[in-house]
């Protein structure tokens, strides 16, 4: 976040002794926090895990991930998201639960979490809603085949949400997405070629050639 100066970064914390202490920090860029730790700032607290914090391209928002034992990220997932006050502190958060055994809650949840945002964004702050999604996705049409951690098989995934909130839905492979995130907004906007991984649950990729995203 070079607007505030700061890198948002899952800490790790082992001082305690028995299991690491999992929080969502704020970093200053400036490189102050390693010489003086309390400059490092706790986000986000509270839970077993938490993964993933990502930056929205305007710098407004920030959203992460979360589950607690004995839960997986697949079944008892949490998907956050916050808005960030001038100095990066988190001031409103909206959250949603992945029910993860019923395609009809999943989409519900999907599109409850989608028009809170909406609304607090006001009406010509939200276009358009993005989703990925580990699974076999037909990009074009924003349908899932098959998803390997949840329960959809053959979904017509983009239109159910589209119904839902008002608003174009596009629906992508999350390692596709991330690809084509870097290649837009991160590591790849000076290449026209690149490969991104992803290492979770399971390892994926995606990769642009010739500014294409091959799919």
Known sequence: DTGRGLVYAVREDHRGGGEAVNTLVAIPLDGSAARDDSRVRTLVS????????????????????????????????????????????????????TPAASTDDIVAAIAELVTGLVQAAGPDGVRGVGVACAAFVDGARGHVWFAPNLAWRDVDLGHR??????????????????????????????????VVFTIGTRVGGGCISDGRLLT
């Open 46 to 97: 509270g839970t077993d895990f938490v993964v993933a914090p990502t930056l929205s391209p305007d710098g407004e928002h920030l959203a992460w991930i979360t589950w607690d034992h004995p839960g997986m990220p697949w079944d008892n997932a949490s998907l956050h998201v916050g808005d960030l006050g001038p100095d990066g502190t988190i001031i409103e958060r909206a959250r949603v639960r």
């Open 161 to 194: 949400i589209e119904a839902l909130v008002g608003l174009p839905v596009v629906v992508e492979n999350d390692a596709n997405a991330a690809a084509w995130g870097e290649y837009v907004f991160g590591a790849g906007r000076d290449v026209d070629d690149m």
